[in-house]
């Protein structure tokens, strides 16, 4: 559809319902796409078998004779590729799921919204006409080529993979930092991996996950009656580890008691039971990670300065994604290519729109965070490639996402952004209730979520007579207005309405 010149796309409409067609055929035939017209599901069938195919079908899911779902599997069955919505008055949980397994792109319910129509129409055509787009693509790596499992190219991680080669031939041990999701879980199996100790066990302990009062069990084992429920004697990781490697994950999250007995551990290589007094010698390298600032700790003393010092030998500390924004593709291809290989992905491609999405998110999870979207994406992409429609809305631009409280908050600490609502009367309330919301962030409570939020704004809103979603209304184009920096098309498209829509809701304001 970027050519100009091109011909017009045709959409074939398939019902059984004259008036139906009719007035389908009048809305589209008013954006000039070419409509033409089958009166039963065989008839629509034989039509997109014999050609030429249309660029979009619409099918009705009631039908006398062969029935819209059953028409959709022939016509899918004849071109995998052919774009169908289907139109249905019956919006049943059954048949919009039996719709998107046969592979519909969408579908819509009857009485239709004409301008919802022309925007389906117009999305389908767009999502069309970007796999096409994407026909050629080539991955930008070959997933054999990194059994080892950590992707990247940037400098920050090729100096990540040299300092893992420099500690595998000795004991010593490292301390892995870095946000979460940056792969330290993975560049300790990695140092393990290639270490001398390879066949020797590799136990993760997350210390975050066990209760202070079970970790020293956990780690030591106890031996019978030295507590309640110690009701037989237990081996802890580290006896069970012998000769191998302990990952002492989260380890800013260990009690100061256990992190004394860790000291030990790498002082003099022994452990005691809880409970026991025999001394056991054991073998066991460690590795440790942690996303919290241990020198900060260790100022407010919640972390033992010679055990920092212990474990501090060697450091590795992980790029976040944003600092190695270029091995973005690199891991997406990754991630779908391990997805197809495990049968929980058909789609191994990404739209360069869609890659420079992802490539322009700043991934506050980092990797984990990019792995799931793309799982998540590749789940409900329909055609051969993710889309940007097929990206989580988060993803897709902070503007078409509802804010987060976080978000809502930090603009309320300035007064600018509530000028349009405070000239309306009684619309201090807001302001006022998003500086409350503000306050509390502030006070560090627990994360809010959007639905919190949005029952106190509510509650707040509610009292000044039921004009909530107005304001809510007006605050949002406002916004929405100012981040496309007055373009009412922009503007519009953020919100998910026509141009038109917009003009007309701006008047209305
Ligand atoms: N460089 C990379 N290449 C490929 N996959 C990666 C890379 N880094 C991380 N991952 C993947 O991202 C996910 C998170 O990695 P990992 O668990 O090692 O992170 P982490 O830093 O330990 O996170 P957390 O602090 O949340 O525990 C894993 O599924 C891992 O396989
Ligand atoms: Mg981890």
Redesign the pocket.
């Given at each position: 559809m970027s050519d100009p010149s091109a011909q017009p796309p045709t959409i074939l409409v398939i019902d059984d319902d004259t008036e139906i067609r009719y007035s389908l055929s009048r809305v589209l035939t008013s954006r000039n796409y070419r409509v033409t017209e089958a009166a039963s599901g065989e008839q629509g069938v034989a039509m997109v078998k014999k050609g030429p195919v249309p660029d979009l079908v619409f099918l009705d899911v009631r039908m006398g004779g062969m029935g819209g779902i059953e028409a959709l599997q022939h016509i899918r069955a004849a071109n995998p590729k052919q774009l169908v919505v289907l139109m249905t008055a019956f919006g049943t949980a059954q048949t919009a799921i039996e719709a998107m397994k046969y592979g519909a792109f969408d579908y819509v319910m009857k009485p239709f919204d004409p301008a919802k129509v022309l925007a389906l129409a117009a999305n389908a055509l767009k999502a069309h006409a970007d796999l096409r787009a994407v026909g050629d693509y080539k991955p930008t790596i070959n997933a054999d080529d990194?059994r080892e499992?950590?992707?990247?190219s940037a400098p920050v991680?090729q100096d990540v993979f040299k300092i893992i080669g420099q500690v595998t031939a000795s004991d010593v041990t490292v301390m892995i930092t870095?946000?979460?999701?940056?792969?330290?879980?993975?560049?300790a199996r990695s140092i393990w991996k290639h270490s001398h100790r390879a066949a020797r066990p590799f136990i993760a302990v997350n210390c975050a996950a066990i209760p202070d009062n079970l970790i020293e069990s956990e780690l030591f084992g106890h031996e019978k009656g030295s507590f309640t429920g110690a009701t037989a004697q237990r081996l802890g990781k580290f006896e069970l580890c012998d000769g191998g490697t302990i990952f002492l994950?989260?380890i800013g999250d260990m009690a100061l008691a256990t992190q004394t007995k860790i000291l030990r551990v790498l002082q003099a290589g022994e452990i005691q039971r809880v409970g026991g007094t025999e001394t056991i010698k054991v073998d066991v390298r460690i590795l440790a990670?942690t996303?919290k600032d241990l020198e900060e700790m260790v100022k407010a003393k919640t972390f033992r300065e010679d055990l920092y010092y212990r474990l501090n030998v060697v450091r590795i500390k992980?790029p976040t994604l944003r600092e190695r924004g270029g091995?973005i593709p690199q891991?997406v291809d990754?991630?779908l290519q391990n997805l197809v290989k495990a049968r929980k992905a058909r789609v191994a491609k990404v739209s360069p729109e869609a890659m420079a999405v992802l490539t322009r998110h700043t991934w506050p999870g980092?990797?984990?965070e990019l792995?799931n979207v793309i799982y998540r994406s590749a789940v409900i992409a329909q055609g051969a490639a993710i889309l940007v429609k097929d990206l989580p809305a988060e993803i897709r631009g902070a503007t078409n996402v509802e804010p987060t409280v976080g978000a809502l908050a930090l603009t309320a600490t300035s007064d600018a952004p509530f000028d349009a609502v405070r000239t309306a009367n009684a619309e201090n309330v807001a302001l006022a209730s998003a500086r409350v919301t503000a306050e509390r962030v502030a006070a560090g409570e627990p994360a809010l979520t959007v639905e919190r939020a949005l029952d106190f704004l509510h509650a707040e809103l509610a009292r000044d007579g039921g004009r909530i979603l107005p304001q809510l209304e007006r605050e949002l184009i406002r916004r929405a207005l100012a981040t496309a920096a007055g373009d009412v098309g922009v503007a519009a498209k953020q919100l998910g309405l026509t141009k038109a829509a917009l003009q007309k809701k701006l008047k209305e304001h």
């Open positions: 990194y499992g950590i992707v990247g991680m870095g946000e979460s999701g940056t792969g330290k879980e993975l560049v994950d989260e990670a996303n992980m091995d891991i990754f991630c980092n990797v984990r792995e």
